[in-house]
């Protein structure tokens, strides 16, 4: 009975992901296959001797599999969820990025975020618009809540939306199963998001993390009279989901035969957008996508990150675009070869048949251009041939029931056959736009990949001062060894990540220069909400964008037992204008650290080793609690006397800027760290590290676990 009951435990321990994987494995394996899918990849025939018994192995496949899982593609003849299967360009965008939202004119500006991707790469079909992830979890505020607080709300949000369907882009917006840590919603996830999503007029669902995004969200989209296309982002767990997900990203493996798309081969009208965020060459992604009628992320601003597709990639996707969206509707045939025998070698194509024209998408895996004899095609009469990527008619070598057709693939490059004995809609106009394309090779555009310089936001010095004022410690100056790194949970070591300041040539994750400072005075203690109160009291100050502004407040003051903690629920701005009036400035991040560490190099204000009671204890609640009194933590006096500087409230230091995003360095962490996943922002207890938090507008910027303190220049 006790082993039996061990076996029983051991048995519960075994992850569900684990044994759904190991049911869908089995499955396969039952199934009499030579070429058995790997993840979301079918393997190419290894040679092209082998194709008729390759393409009859894996329509073997199909035709079983869909059997053994019941399959119902009903999901998508859906008129409205039909858009997703031409939905080949879709980019993730951060709603930081400074094309997308003027924090000055207090407005979105979709135009001139969609311009500049016509301009340099051709447009896109759908956009994933990302307001969470990585900030998210610096204070209790979940995932929803943070889309309430966009802009304008939701009625902001409704009314950027519609622009972007005014431009005839989709909108979908993400949703993190894994944020069960922040304030509890207190309905269903699928809830909140149909009804969400509803309100604004969003399009579909991405599912972060999630392979699969589960069916009650395509029934709570329905009933909410408002459907929703599904996309994971990472795969299936099952076929069985592809029924109801009619999106998915595909991160794929690539080898020097193209694999076939394990979701669009089990149904041709199955869209999937491949991704591969940090590659800096696209090429191979690129050409997987293009062989299969599929899509592409065109992902550039990655959590704040610039990685900016070169320019050749750039000019592929305009191409690539232009074809498929002219012949979406073959590219969604059942009737799908992909491998289709061709003539060259390292050459490989995919047949799409159409209503009345075929189309085949051809990408050449050599270094070296291969011009000439390309495919051998049956011949009907009438039938006329096109060059699509080079916008030319071609003149076939007819021999009875056959054609061989002849045209040019740059090294690595791609290109596209049209057969057609029917007219097809606005042909010669497309033609003639595609041949004045390819007058300029995709060699001859840069393979450079391009990060973005930072500058830092300028900090005007104060009248210098001889003695302190109240409440502040002078900080004398001195020669100083600033090693600092970010602590943002992906980008690795590559260059672009995290921040950059003046003395460096690029933003990277570590930072060490040797360097001298200045004199200063700094606050003991945090800014406190008794502080912030006379500064209101003094100016009557109010920020243009009040939303959040002290949201911690009642009736213009803050509550009875807060006038010695810390002030929060302000934006940098706001930290400004009291600086401003108080005759001091916010300090820089080295003054900051060099204050809090001195010059010994140690860990944590009061020494190397680290000492919980030097701090707050962790809130690790659902709903944030406030932050302790200032001074409640003597232990965690930095050697110059400076506290509260750890595990209190993140404080602001310097901002951080590019073309594209606006970036808050943080330091200290805070006493709030949500639980149940690593996703959420991390903390930074260490001196010698900081957060990169991301800047859209103060009402969203401003957080319940972020204060500041001030610095006097001296004499």
């Known amino acids: 009975m006790e082993a039996s009951s061990n076996s029983v435990r051991q048995f519960a321990l075994i992850p569900i992901r684990l044994l759904v994987l190991a049911a869908v494995a089995l499955s396969v394996a039952a199934q009499d296959v030579q070429y058995a899918p790997q993840n979301e990849q079918i393997p190419g025939p290894p040679n092209p001797s082998q194709f008729k018994s390759w393409l009859a192995d894996i329509q073997h496949w199909r035709s079983e599999r869909l059997i053994r899982i019941g399959y119902n593609g009903s999901e998508y003849g859906r008129a409205e969820l039909k858009w997703a299967q031409s939905s080949f360009m879709q980019p993730q965008m951060m709603i930081e990025d400074r094309y997308f939202y003027d924090p000055v004119a207090g407005k979105y500006t979709v135009d001139r975020y969609l311009d500049d991707l016509e301009k340099r790469y051709g447009g896109i079909d759908s956009v994933l618009v990302w307001h969470t992830y990585p900030n998210i979890g610096i204070d209790d505020r979940n995932q ?164 900016q597709i070169p320019d050749r990639d750039a000019e592929a996707i305009r191409r690539i675009g232009k074809i498929e969206r002219k012949f979406a509707a073959a590219l969604v045939s059942p009737e799908w070869e992909p ?69 040019s693939l740059e090294p690595k490059g791609y290109g596209a056959l049209l057969a057609t004995a029917a007219p097809v809609s606005g042909l010669d106009a497309y033609l003639a736009e595609m041949a004045a394309l390819a007058r300029k090779p995709l060699m001859s555009y840069s393979e450079e990949r391009r990060f973005l310089p930072q500058r830092l936001v300028d900090i005007p010095a104060t ?26 949970i992906e980008g ?48 009557h100050y109010r920020p ?16 009875p037992d807060g006038a010695n903690k810390p002030v929060v629920w302000v934006s940098v701005e706001d930290a400004r204008a009291y600086a401003k009036w108080a005759g001091k400035r916010l300090p820089r991040e080295w003054e900051w650290q060099y204050a809090a560490q001195g010059a010994d190099g140690r860990a944590y204000p009061w020494g190397s080793a680290w000492d919980a009671s030097a701090v707050p204890a962790p809130d690790t609640g659902r709903t944030m609690a406030a932050a302790a009194d200032v001074g409640a933590h003597p232990k965690g006096t930095s050697p110059w006397g400076v506290q509260d500087l750890i595990g209190n409230v993140w404080q602001m230091t310097d901002e951080v800027a590019d073309d594209h995003t606006r970036n808050l360095i943080l330091k200290g962490g805070s006493h709030y760290q949500p639980q149940g996943s690593h996703w959420y922002f991390p903390q930074a207890y260490k001196v010698s590290e900081h957060g990169k938090f991301l800047l859209i507008a103060p009402g969203k910027d401003r957080s319940g676990a972020v204060g500041f303190r001030c610095v006097v220049d001296a004499v």
């Open 492 to 539: 690795n070591n590559e260059i672009g990540v995290d921040v950059q300041y003046p003395w460096e040539d690029s933003p990277r994750r570590f930072h060490q220069h040797r360097m001298t400072v200045s004199p200063f005075f700094i606050d003991q203690y945090p800014v406190t909400n008794a502080q912030f109160k006379k500064f209101l009291d003094a100016t």
């Open 463 to 488: 009248a210098k001062s001889a003695s302190a004022a109240e409440g502040m410690v002078r900080i004398e100056g001195g020669p100083y060894d600033f090693q600092v790194s970010g602590i943002m």
């Open 544 to 559: 243009n964008d009040d939303h959040n502004f002290l949201k911690h407040w009642t009736n213009g003051t803050y509550p």
């Open 339 to 407: 491998h289709t025998p061709v003539l060259r070698p390292f050459v490989y194509a995919s047949k799409f048949p159409g209503a009345g024209y075929t189309i085949w998408t051809f990408v050449n895996r050599n270094e070296y251009n291969v011009s000439g004899n390309q495919i051998r095609i049956v011949h009907k009469p009438g039938t006329r041939y096109y060059d699509l990527w080079n916008g030319v008619e071609l003149a076939p070598d007819v021999r009875g029931d056959s054609a061989v057709v002849s045209f």
């Open 144 to 307: 929803n809540d943070l889309l309430r607080d966009m802009p304008g709300g939701l009625a902001g949000l409704r009314k950027m939306v519609e622009d972007f369907h005014r431009r005839g882009v989709r909108v979908l917006f993400p949703i993190m199963l894994w944020d069960q840590g922040t304030r509890d919603e207190g309905i269903t996830n699928w809830e909140a998001a149909a009804r969400l999503f509803k309100e604004i007029g969003a399009d579909g669902i991405n599912g972060d993390t999630l392979r699969g995004v589960p069916r009650v969200f395509r029934d709570a989209s329905d009933r909410a009279g408002h459907p929703l296309v599904l996309e994971p982002e990472s795969g299936l767990d099952s076929d069985e989901m592809l029924a109801w997900n009619n999106m998915t990203w595909g991160y794929w493996k690539y080898d020097l035969i193209p694999a076939v798309s394990r979701y669009k081969w089990l149904d041709a009208r199955h869209m999937v957008n491949v991704c591969r965020r940090w590659a800096r060459d696209k090429n191979d992604d690129l050409q997987e996508a293009f062989f299969n009628g599929a899509g592409y992320e065109t992902w550039e601003n990655i959590w704040g990150i610039w990685n």
